[in-house]
């Protein structure tokens, strides 16, 4: 075998065959998909085969909603049946914080389109009589949940891609990779070599053994898994028409009709990983040990949840593995620091996501990128942290929180604390209370001296309220200090690197000593990035963007780097620092320098390198908050001697420190918008206020401009506003439906409680025609409709004299 090919797909599970169809539906036609057995060999054969909607991110969930719609389409196609039951699903409330959660889900699922509604215990009752009620307050009911079979699934997407042209290799192993200097590789199998332009990874339960053969890590592990089919039962065969499926968030299960009997799976909080030391390849169609011990109080609560199946005897017992990331959310993208490696890996629940997942992969490749924001899957969210050891104890962690109430402020334990910087312990001394992204820990807030040390889980104002208001109070009034290691940052060096950087970069390129705002745009025009700019030098150059988007953003300059005169460094973790903002922050800073700090020597959006405390410091002159402020940057190794520079200098002036609560509270006041949640690759700058840092009339063909332009010819019929919330102890978070006159006209990115402002804010989208100061809007929040009023002008300092003066 020796041949030419433009992409390989290794694995033939559900999620590579889907890939394969979208692949071919989208014109490829040189593809093929090798198969070390028989299609199906993974996880995929002995999957229950449910499908639901339900994804904590939006765009997800849409996915799913692609993937469960498509099935149909995909046994037109192909002919071959899909076994499919739509027969609606039930998830339970059994207590006032699940049924916050059920309401903040059905309300995001109105401007999504899907048509989930709450339902009370008589209408559970009605639609599944097998459940016993007691206790439950109501439910989310999904008409589109539903199960299907796994095996013919598989094969209608096979089918459906053979007949545009695609081949399937079947029982040949792929044993090792070769990347060419060309970018192409070399799939080295049992039955000889293919050349191939790209690869896709989707091995499932081997995906960790096909990414070693690439010399990559990708973040995943298996886990075991075990559902019950029960004998007959005449609850379920006496009936006319099929039980919908019912999840029991509080009894860790799923159950759902099997032909006469039942199928209830669990996840348990006693789980195994599974295959820790890698997936043996002699692993084939068969099933691990059963381990009842293991979901034994699993079951005794199901048995009060639904009686029959106290009486059912248990026809099978399936225990499987199946792979997962540390989100539980799929791996899916280019494998940054590889060329034309993709993955299509951890996906957990392929019949729901799978269909979701080879279209966006499939559009990646063909396209050159997404047609939406999928941040969420993207293999680029995880970074060189994701060791083995914490991939395993963060992907055991997701196991255990299945059906766990997903707060918006719950930051997870496991395998914490894993990256603290040199002033971890400096903040511990002060009560600290600390969250985690993309593996690092930062401060939220501090804790109250009566308060324990935990932020209270809750979709409503918690227990940290106070402490981050009275730490913004701080920051407005006196001055306030707080670590900016939490951005990313890169060093940007070489006698090409201000014309790559024009080239790279939507806004404007600094003179030296200068800063500036900077979107950054895919082909499409839509927003990658939001940076600041800092030319410390001709030809060299800071940039910070958002900490969590370090691999995501390193890929796509890698991408985009010329073969020389431009070097690029993630240096993150090296420059660490402070945060200086308020109206003492000059004082502050003029007492640890014998620089002259004043406006005229520094002002807004400068930066120097200057002398701070013992250290040879970069000063920008700027802060998040939007007060007068500065970014002090030193070695990562100087950190706790500038802090003890700048702590001193503090004390006369009243310096307290805050916490990333505080900061984003701060930022709400200034309409500042933030990275994923008013800025991602579903918007373009027009939309959401960014065209005024994009450089239309630069002579540089920056990426995006072409289509940055048609968007600034065509404006948009939705836009970014700002609202003032009539809230009660609940503010909004991301996604509530904002309504008027009775219909859902937008969404919310994000908002909060302005500390300052004393005012519950709300950023979303709304149509352009509807934004004027004082309009009237209603936004859903946990099932209440709370008033909201536009407004156009930042609710603190709207002039920018405190930010510039
Ligand atoms: C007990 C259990 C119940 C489940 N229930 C559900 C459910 O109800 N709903 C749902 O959506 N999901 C469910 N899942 C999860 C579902 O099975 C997975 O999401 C899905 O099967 C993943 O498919 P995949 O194609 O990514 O991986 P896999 O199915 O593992 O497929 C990978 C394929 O790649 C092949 N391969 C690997 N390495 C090589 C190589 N080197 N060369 C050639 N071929 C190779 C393998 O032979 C295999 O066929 C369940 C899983 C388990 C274990």
Redesign the pocket.
């Known amino acids: 075998m020796s041949q030419q090919k433009q992409a390989v797909i290794?694995?033939?599970?559900?999620?590579?065959c889907s890939v394969l169809y979208h692949l071919s539906k989208l014109g490829w036609r040189d593809i093929l998909l090798?198969?070390?057995?028989e299609?199906?060999?993974?996880?995929?054969w002995?999957?229950?085969?449910?499908?639901h909607t339900l994804n904590a991110d939006p765009n997800i969930a849409a996915l799913q909603g692609y993937t469960i719609n498509l099935y149909r389409e995909l046994e037109e196609i192909s002919g071959q049946s899909c076994g499919l039951h739509h027969v609606g699903g039930i998830t339970l409330a059994d207590n006032p914080e699940r049924m916050d959660f059920i309401r903040a889900e059905r309300a995001k699922h109105r401007h999504m389109g899907l048509d989930t509604r709450i339902i009370d215990p008589g209408e559970i009752r009605e639609l599944s009589p097998i459940v016993n009620t007691d206790g439950i307050l109501g439910a989310l009911y999904d008409p589109l949940d539903g199960?299907l079979d796994p095996y013919g699934t598989t094969h209608a997407y096979a089918k459906a891609a053979q007949q545009q042209g695609a081949e399937i290799l079947l029982r040949d192993?792929?044993r090792d990779l070769q990347a060419r200097a060309d970018g192409s590789w070399e799939v080295i199998t049992d039955q000889g070599s293919v050349r191939t332009e790209h690869v896709v990874n989707?091995?499932?339960?081997?995906a960790r053994?096909?990414a070693e053969m690439a010399g990559v890590f990708l973040p995943l592990h298996p886990m075991e898994?075990?559902?019950l089919v029960t004998d007959d039962l005449p609850e379920v065969y006496q009936r006319d028409h099929e039980l919908p499926h019912v999840m029991d968030p509080a009894g860790e299960s799923y159950l759902r009709q099997e032909g006469r009997g039942l199928v209830i799976?669990i996840y348990e909080q006693d789980c195994d990983p599974w295959a820790i030391d890698g997936t043996s390849w002699d692993f084939g169609h068969e099933l691990l040990d059963n381990n009842l011990d293991r979901i034994a109080d699993s079951l005794e609560f199901a048995f009060r949840r639904f009686p029959c199946l106290a009486s059912a005897g248990i026809k099978t017992v399936?225990n499987?593995?199946?792979t997962f990331a540390p989100d539980g959310n799929p791996l899916v993208g280019p494998v940054p620091g590889l060329r034309n490696y993709w993955s299509a890996?951890a996906?957990?629940?392929?019949?729901?996501q799978?269909g979701g997942v080879g279209l966006t992969l499939a559009e990646w490749m063909v396209k050159g990128e997404p047609s939406r924001d999928v941040f969420a899957m993207d293999v680029a969210r995880f970074g060189d942290y994701c060791t083995r050891a914490y991939t395993r104890a963060k992907v055991r962690e997701n196991y255990q929180k299945r059906f766990s109430i997903p707060y918006p402020n719950e930051e997870l334990p496991a395998g914490r604390p894993l990256n603290t910087t040199p002033a971890y312990p400096i903040w511990t001394q002060q009560r600290a209370v600390f969250g985690q992204a993309y593996g690092m820990e930062h401060v939220n807030y501090f804790a109250l001296p009566d308060d324990e040390l935990l932020e209270t889980p809750s979709f409503r104002r918690s227990n940290a309220f106070a402490a981050a208001g009275a730490e913004c109070h701080a920051v407005r009034t006196a001055v306030g200090i707080n670590e900016i290691h939490n951005f990313g940052k890169y060093e940007i060096k070489g006698e090409n690197a201000r014309h790559w950087l024009d080239t790279i970069m939507a806004g404007r390129i600094p003179a030296p000593g200068r800063m500036s705002l900077s979107p950054m745009l895919n082909q499409s025009g839509k927003l990658i990035g939001d940076f600041t700019i800092s030319a410390l030098a001709d030809n060299e150059y800071q940039l910070t963007a958002s900490f969590a988007a370090q691999a995501y953003h390193m890929r796509w300059f890698e991408q985009h780097q010329p073969d020389s005169g431009v070097s690029i460094r993630n240096i993150s973790a090296r420059r660490l620092g402070f945060q200086l903002a308020g109206p003492g922050a000059r004082e502050v800073l003029a007492a640890c320098t014998r620089f002259d700090v004043s406006n005229e020597a520094l002002p807004f959006l400068s930066v120097r390198r200057i002398e701070i405390g013992h250290s040879d410091a970069i000063v920008q002159r700027v802060s998040y908050t939007g007060d007068l402020g500065y970014e002090i940057y030193v070695p990562a190794s100087q950190q706790v001697s500038l802090y003890h520079a700048l702590a001193a200098a503090g004390l006369n002036h009243g310096m307290q420190p805050f916490g990333m609560l505080a900061m984003m509270s701060l930022r709400l006041e200034k309409s500042f918008g933030s990275w994923l949640r008013e800025y991602k690759p579903d918007y373009t700058p027009m939309e959401v206020g960014m065209d005024r840092f994009v450089a239309y009339d630069k002579a540089v063909e920056f990426i995006g401009k072409a289509a940055a332009l048609a968007d600034r010819a065509n404006p948009p019929p939705r836009r970014l506003a700002s609202f003032i919330v009539d809230a009660d102890d609940a503010d909004v978070f991301a996604d509530e439906p904002i309504w008027k006159d009775g219909k859902v006209v937008g969404f919310v990115t994000s908002g909060g409680y302005a500390h300052f402002a004393q005012k519950s804010v709300a950023f979303g989208f709304v149509p352009t025609a509807m934004i004027a100061a004082g309009t009237a809007f209603e936004i859903e929040i946990l099932g209440d409709l709370r008033r909201a009023s536009l407004y156009v002008e930042p609710l603190f300092d709207p002039q920018g004299k405190r930010m510039r003066g």
């Open positions: 290794i694995g033939g599970g559900v999620v590579g090798i198969e070390r057995s299609l199906t060999s993974g996880s995929t002995h999957a229950a085969g449910g499908f199960h192993p792929v989707a091995a499932g339960l081997w053994e096909v898994h075990q559902y799976g399936i499987g593995p199946f890996c996906v957990m629940a392929g019949f729901s799978g």
